[in-house]
């Protein structure tokens, strides 16, 4: 079955510590996104590429690393810069958009809750 | 500033009513919206999508949302509550143009009493 994996699903992390979460992507898509989110907040962009070797900040990518070596893998990295990094994070991708259409519906991988001790 | 806002953080009805959560964007919101819902610890689920066309747009398990520029809204609706569908739901907008991401609302919690 084609779909979003992201592991692993609980995360606990020490204060100081970077913390690296996986999505990977079976589905052929183009672009992939990491949102994070609160409670009551919404989902907030962090990092986003649209293609391989390529990505772009998003609103709150501080404290945030990635790579986007593969086409089908999208690893997110919380490093100790990132002042409140408690939060569920969640994966997505979506197909490029075709000439004449803007966007693609986002398809979610399961999340990954990261705790800081 | 591009925004998407969800009326109500918590929306109570009874098994059978009337399900009614609201949302509307800001103008400068590419017309390209998306209602999502988001079981506990899960990832979220596509309803629906407005792109272009057909203002009253019809998703899965009964939803369906009507796209009102006039009124910068896209309320999502379904005729009758059943004890399933309670959970989050999210209104999305396009941020800008191609594949740069979604803004979300922040979230209406649908309660439904039996």
């Known amino acids: 079955d084609g779909g979003i994996t992201q592991s692993p699903k609980y995360l606990f992390r020490k204060e100081g510590q970077n913390v690296t979460l996986s999505c990977e992507q079976n589905?052929?898509?183009?672009?992939m996104y990491w949102y994070r989110q609160d409670p009551g907040q919404g989902l907030r962009l962090i990092y986003y590429?649209?293609?391989?070797?390529?990505?772009q900040k998003g609103d709150i990518a501080e404290g945030y690393s990635v790579s986007r070596e593969k086409k089908e893998s999208f690893p997110l990295t919380v490093t100790s810069a990132q002042k409140n990094p408690t939060a569920f994070y969640l994966c997505?991708?979506?197909?490029?958009?075709?000439?004449?259409?803007?966007?693609?519906?986002?398809?979610f991988g399961p999340g990954t809750r990261l705790t800081v001790l | 500033a591009q925004s998407v806002t969800q009326l109500g953080s918590h929306v109570s009805v009874s098994e059978g009513a009337l399900v009614l959560l609201r949302c509307n964007y800001s103008?400068?919101?590419?017309?390209?919206l998306f209602w999502y819902v988001q079981y506990p610890n899960q990832g979220l689920q596509l309803l629906l999508k407005?792109?272009?066309?057909?203002?009253l747009v019809k998703g899965i398990n009964g939803f369906e949302a009507e796209f009102k520029k006039s009124e910068t809204s896209f309320h999502l609706t379904k005729p009758s509550a059943h004890m399933s569908d309670a959970a989050e739901y999210f209104c999305a907008g396009g941020k800008g143009g191609g594949a740069d991401g979604l803004t979300f609302g922040k979230g209406t919690h649908l309660i439904i009493q039996p």
């Open positions: 997505a991708s979506s197909i490029y958009p075709l000439m004449g259409e803007m966007y693609n519906e986002q398809f």
């Open positions: 589905l052929n898509h183009d672009a």
């Open positions: 407005y792109t272009t066309g057909a203002t």
């Open positions: 590429s649209q293609i391989v070797n390529d990505f």
């Open positions: 103008s400068s919101v590419p017309p390209y």
